[in-house]
C-alpha cells in the first residue's frame, strides 16, 4: 500500500521476484535493459530482453549483481545499482574517463530506477543510502559514481539513471572530474562497518569494454 514505511533489502534470489515485477511493470525499463548494460563485456550486448532478463536473473543468484532495492510493503519501488569494480566494467563517458584515470575505485554506483509512481519522493535517495550502507558492511573502499547535472533544469528520466549530482553532493562525494557536457565522476571512501557482509570487495581490475557514449 503506497504510503506505508519504506524499508530496503539488497537484491537477492529472495528479492528477486519484486526486481523483476518493478522491471516488468515498466516494459523491461530503458528499451528491455533489465539493469544489465554495465555489467556486459564484449559479445554481450545489443540482445533481446529476455535474453538481459535471463543474464540478469543468472547474475543475481550466483551473487555476481547487487543493489539496494527500495520497498513499500511488499513492492519493490526502486533501486541503486552497486558493485565491485570487476562486476560493473562498463561506464559512459568511457575514453574520456580513462583519459583522466589514475587508479581504479573498489566500487561503483552505476545506476538508479525509480517507479513512474513514486518519482520525487526520494526514492533514489534512500536507494543510495542503503547502497552505501551495504558498502560499509561488506568492508567499505573507494566508491565512484557518475551522476549527471541538470541543476535547474527539466530533464527525461532518461537521462538521470546515474543519478543526479546534487544528490550525490548531499550524499558526501567529492566532485572528481567531468568526463561529458553533464557527466562527473564522484567519490567517496567509505569505512568498513563493524559486521561486514558476505558481499566480497574486487581487487582492482584491468579495465572493461568501451560504451558507446
Known sequence: MAGSPLTSAPLSPRTW?????????????FGGCWCISFHLLPGENKQWAGRYRALKETRVREGRAHAALVFDGSEAVGWCQFGPTAELPNIRSRKAYEEGLRTLPDWRITCFFVDR??????????ALREALRYIAEAGGGTVEAYPEDYTGERTSSSFLCSGTLGMFDKAGFRRSRQIAQRRWVVVREVRAARRPRAVKRAARSRLGPRDSG
Open 117 to 126: 509512481e513514486r518519482r520525487g519522493g526520494g526514492v533514489a535517495s534512500r
Open 17 to 29: 521476484p519484486a526486481f523483476a515485477r518493478l522491471v516488468e511493470k515498466h516494459g523491461g525499463i
